[in-house]
């Protein structure tokens, strides 16, 4: 009790407020607004419900809103009462007028109190257009009008459809003069029934679509999880246990730093879709085999060829790789790999002792079989720049036909 | 002596990076989100501030709005885990006269940190090869040819910093001295954050590549 008791504290004075007529944004007496307030509806919903009533009931609109005005009391007002809006009052006369006009035309008004079904269905409609809650209202309205816009054309040629259609039927059958008052109370229900369905069509389809972000969410967060349960977390133990071995902490950390990254980055793709990817993985994999860094950039890119051209640059770019890595003692190779026009280019550097090209033995397989050789068998040049102590660049150059 | 702050908000990175500097530079103080990072540049006045991309608050773009924005000269040098193009063009069309990845050794970063105190800017292999990348796809027509393409010196002078080369080798293998390299190296970055190309910007969303 004593709940309740709190609860109606904060109402005011008295447990039931009488009805008042506000001056303030009255358009006429101020009866329809002082209903809304009572009614805690839109004023507007009443205003309409009134024109309705007057036109379509002969005049019980008029009539009701006369006997309110008389028996409601003015809500005092100090000062000079403001003006009324008339261009909103002119809004709802052209309304009513509207309306007369489509009941005179259509012959609905001839009906009568037989037409009062037509009036309670329209004020129903009203009203729960104003119970929905206005954001939702709001979301109707526009949601509604961007489908419209964007199938404009397909809705109007449906309803064009539908409704030759449908004359074109009655007129064949001779009974259109007679489908016209059935017609229009098939009408109104319809509105009627799809006005009272669709707050709950709209909060059944909110909900799908929220249960459908949440699975959406859930997988993702599942496969964030697999990712650092599998690599991070494995890397990280194996990290332990060769604590005692730099090379082989770096080669770790440097691995499982690259799968992060094409996680993060990159977007899926196949591995040797391009020349760019292509000398992404086989730097990747000559870093894990040797343990040295290899820093890759690429500039414009290229579809790959597999078995042609681009496939022995790449064949000699690793080449180049293993060299650099085994030989140089460098802490870091750099590869840079550019398509310009209709040349590619690919650049591995290193920073280590370097040697003197002339003193390399004829039987050296690297550098003069799979790299040079390969390159030139294939159209291409490899040119090598080192000095001892100055560290090591080979420059591979291919041309390609670019279609 | 070169006074510097770290911004970072791991702590672990910024005292590694404290114990790593050289003798020349002087660490004045830290930050660790955007509110004390912008309260701590106003306190020291810094040389150089050291700029995590990263961060609570807004990240770095944000320090250097709020920042660059009141007037300051203060010189920042972008330092990040990433390189995702859209954050290393972002943070250097923000206002960093260079961008460098955490891994870059110790030396490398004092010698960065000297050469942004000078006035110049540092460019690492990666972010070149996006500068080179971004202004190789000119399809549209530019609108301020001065600002909108690069000479074919400073290409020569990116591609070389793309290849790995230090500003020395650079120099050593055009025949110029060390200063026109710095000198190149500032004016591409005066066009990239001057560039009105909005394929810049579009390029470098589109291109989400390590």
Not at chain 1, 237 to 255: F, G, M
Not at chain 1, 365 to 386: D, L, V
Not at chain 2, 1 to 22: N, P, Y
Request: hydrophobic share 45%; charged share 25%; with cysteine.
């Amino acid at each position: 009790m004593a709940d309740q008791k709190t609860l109606a504290e904060p109402g005011g004075d008295a447990p039931y407020r009488r009805m008042t007529r506000p001056m303030e944004g009255r358009l006429l007496g101020g009866v329809a607004q002082g209903l809304a307030t009572q009614l805690s509806l839109d004023p507007i919903v009443i205003r309409l419900m009134f024109v309705l009533l007057s036109v379509v009931v002969d005049g019980v609109g008029v009539v009701a809103y006369a006997v309110l005005w008389m028996i409601t009391p003015k809500q005092p007002y100090e000062g000079q009462p403001p003006q009324r809006d008339w261009s909103q009052l002119a809004a709802f006369t052209a309304i009513g007028v509207a309306l007369f006009a489509f009941g005179w035309l259509t012959g609905a008004s001839k009906g009568g109190i037989g037409m009062l079904p037509f009036a309670v269905g329209g004020i129903g409609a009203l009203i729960l257009w104003q119970q929905a809650d206005p954001e939702r209202r709001k979301s109707w309205v526009s949601g509604a009008s961007r489908t419209m816009r964007k199938n404009r054309v397909r809705t109007l040629l449906g309803v064009v459809l539908v409704v030759v259609g449908a004359a074109g039927f009655l007129v064949m059958q001779g009974e259109l003069a007679q489908a016209r008052p059935g017609l229009l109370f098939t009408a109104v229900v319809v509105g009627g029934l799809a006005v009272i369905a669709a707050p709950w069509l709209a909060g059944l389809w909110k909900e799908l679509q929220l249960e459908r972000r949440e699975r959406i969410r859930q997988e993702e967060r599942a496969e964030v999880a697999a990712m650092v349960h599998d690599s991070v977390l494995h890397t990280l133990t194996l990290i332990q246990r060769v604590a005692h071995d730099p090379r082989e902490v770096t080669r770790l950390a440097r691995s499982q730093e690259r799968e992060l990254r094409n996680w993060l980055y990159q977007p899926a793709q196949d591995a040797d879709a391009t020349i760019a990817a292509g000398v992404r993985r086989v730097a990747a994999e000559e870093e894990d085999a040797h343990g040295v860094p290899i820093e890759v950039v690429c500039v414009g890119d290229l579809a790959f060829d597999p078995g042609g051209r681009l496939a022995a640059m790449l064949k000699a770019a690793r080449q180049a790789m293993v060299n650099a890595a085994k030989y140089s003692e460098s802490p870091s190779i750099s590869v840079y790999a550019e398509v310009e026009g209709e040349e590619v280019t690919i650049f591995v550097k290193d920073r280590g002792k370097g040697f003197d090209l002339d003193a390399v033995p004829a039987d050296r397989m690297g550098i003069r079989e799979s790299i040079i050789g390969r390159m030139e068998r294939h159209g291409g040049t490899a040119r090598m720049r080192t000095e001892p102590g100055e560290g090591t660049e080979v420059m591979l150059t291919m041309k390609v036909e670019n279609e | 002596m070169t006074r510097v702050l770290i911004v970072d908000d791991h702590r672990l990175f910024r005292s590694g990076v404290r114990a790593e500097l050289g003798d020349s530079i002087e660490v004045v103080g830290e930050a660790e989100d955007v509110e004390s990072a912008v309260r701590a540049i106003a306190e020291h006045q810094p040389d150089v501030v050291l700029l995590d991309v990263h961060m609570p608050g807004g990240g770095g773009q944000e320090v250097l709005r709020r920042v660059l924005g009141s007037g300051s000269q203060v010189r920042f040098l972008a330092l990040s885990v990433s390189d995702a193009a859209e954050d290393v063009i972002g943070v250097i069309r923000g206002g960093a006269r260079g961008y460098v990845t955490k891994n870059i050794s110790g030396k490398e970063l004092t010698d960065a940190i000297r050469r942004v105190a000078e006035g110049d800017a540092v460019f690492s292999p990666r972010l070149a090869g996006f500068v080179l990348d971004a202004f190789a796809s000119s399809e549209a027509p530019s609108i301020d040819p001065e600002l909108d393409s690069l000479t074919q010196r400073e290409r020569e002078v990116l591609r070389l910093i793309a290849r790995g080369y230090a500003y020395k080798e650079i120099a050593k293998e055009l025949f110029i001295s060390v200063k026109t390299v710095e000198t190149h190296v500032s004016s591409v970055l005066r066009k990239l954050q001057l560039s009105n190309r909005h394929e810049l910007s579009r390029w470098a969303t589109a291109r989400r590549l390590v």
